[in-house]
Nanobody, 124 residues
């Protein structure tokens, strides 16, 4: 059975940093692109960032560009989201996801496997 497990969420003050991790078990996804999304209760799941299988191509949502950095370690089947200069509006549940087929990298519908989510809360 495939599992994606996020970790690293928590409570931080505005301007602080967090590093999210997402590790896989049950299957290797080193040859596939990954994404990070976030969701606030009652709202749609929003695109945060995407990374190509090689890690050389990166895409970021406008609200996080310049503050968040997506990276991956294919040897250890783990991806990371470094979040700096956090703002209260970054508060959400963050999800990692893997895309094994085509589609819009910014659309949640394009991703086949999802983690359970980790809460990030930023206080003002």
């Amino acid at each position: 059975q495939v599992h994606l497990v996020e970790s690293g969420g928590g409570l931080v003050q505005a301007g602080g940093s967090l590093r999210l991790s997402c590790a896989t078990s049950g299957r290797t996804f080193s040859g596939y692109p990954w994404g990070w999304f976030r969701q606030v209760p009652g709202k749609e799941r929003d695109f945060v960032a995407a990374i190509s299988w090689s890690g050389t191509r990166l895409h970021y949502g406008d609200s996080v560009k310049g503050r968040f950095t997506f990276s991956r370690d294919n040897m250890n089947n783990t991806v990371y989201l470094q979040m700096d200069s956090l703002k209260p509006e970054d508060t959400a549940i963050y999800y990692c996801a893997v895309r094994t087929s085509g589609g819009d990298i910014r659309s949640p519908a394009s991703y086949n496997y999802w983690g359970q989510g980790t809460q990030v809360s930023v206080s003002s």
